[in-house]
Nanobody
Framework: QVQLVESGGGLVQAGGSLSLSCAAS????????MAWFRQAPGKEREFVAA????????YYADSVKGRFTISRDNAKNTVYLQMNRLKPEDPAVYYC?????????????????WGQGTQVTVSS
């Protein structure tokens, strides 16, 4: 098991930027593929981005491609989500997730470890 703690959420104006972090503890961080999901009120949790164990491959939802960047620092046991050009449809609770399997998916059921979430609010 790995424990995940997100930080960096807050209020930002539309068009602005925000950077989220997810610190991991427990078993070897580099053995986990990592992802970010988000959930807005009244909506299902949706995939945002994922990154493989080595950081060599990344994957994005179409809605954030070109605006968000996922990265990781295995030496710091941390995964990041840089969010640029935030839109009114981006506000949600953002969750960090981890999986120890090689398969990296876009379903929340593909991940067995979750953080508590951090709120992102965008003002227009």
């Amino acid at each position: 098991q790995v424990q995940l703690v997100e930080s960096g959420g807050g209020l930002v104006q539309a068009g602005g930027s925000l950077s989220l972090s997810c610190a991991a503890s427990g078993r070897t961080f580099s053995s986990y593929s990592m992802a970010w999901f988000r959930q807005a009120p009244g909506k299902e949790r949706e995939f945002v981005a994922a990154i493989r164990r080595s950081g060599g491959s990344t994957y994005y939802a179409d809605s954030v491609k070109g605006r968000f960047t996922i990265s990781r620092d295995n030496a710091k046991n941390t995964v990041y989500l840089q969010m640029n050009r935030l839109k009114p449809e981006d506000p949600a609770v953002y969750y960090c997730a981890a999986t120890s399997t090689y398969y990296i998916g876009s379903s929340e059921y593909d991940y067995g470890n979750w953080g508590q979430g951090t709120q992102v609010t965008v003002s227009s």
